[in-house]
């Protein structure tokens, strides 16, 4: 039974940072893909970031530089450390993870559908 438990979101003045955390069970991460993924209201779900076995990460341009993926395998956690946020950096901010695609790959899971399962999200609000 997989499950991600996100969390680390809230109100911060732009330039501020946050740090979110998905902790999660049920599966193994070197045969799954993690990824977080944001959703501003009106826009479309967009993966911002992705790590593959702890090591191999991707980011969105609009983040890169800024924010930075990371995973401890004893805590079964992976973490979305966002630096230099900006108003635009506002959205709910999902945790996802799915099988990782034999055809494609981690790198080439870049859409919502590709992705089983997700938590509950957590609201990032940058002004």
């Known amino acids: 039974h997989v499950q991600l438990v996100e969390s680390g979101g809230g109100l911060v003045q732009p330039g501020g940072s946050l740090r979110l955390s998905c902790a999660a069970s049920g599966f193994t991460y070197t045969t799954y893909c993690m990824a977080w993924f944001r959703q501003a209201p009106g826009k479309e779900r967009e993966r911002v970031a992705r790590i593959i076995k702890g090591v191999t990460t991707l980011y969105h341009d609009s983040v890169k530089g800024r924010f930075t993926i990371s995973q401890d395998n004893a805590k079964n956690t992976v973490y979305l450390q966002m630096n230099s946020l900006k108003p635009e950096d506002t959205a709910m901010y999902y945790c996802?993870?799915?099988?990782?695609?034999?055809?494609?790959?981690?790198?080439?899971?870049?859409?919502?559908?590709?992705?089983?399962?997700w938590g509950q999200g957590t609201q990032v609000t940058v002004s």
């Open positions: 996802a993870t799915a099988p990782r695609d034999p055809y494609v790959g981690c790198a080439g899971m870049t859409q919502p559908s590709q992705f089983k399962y």
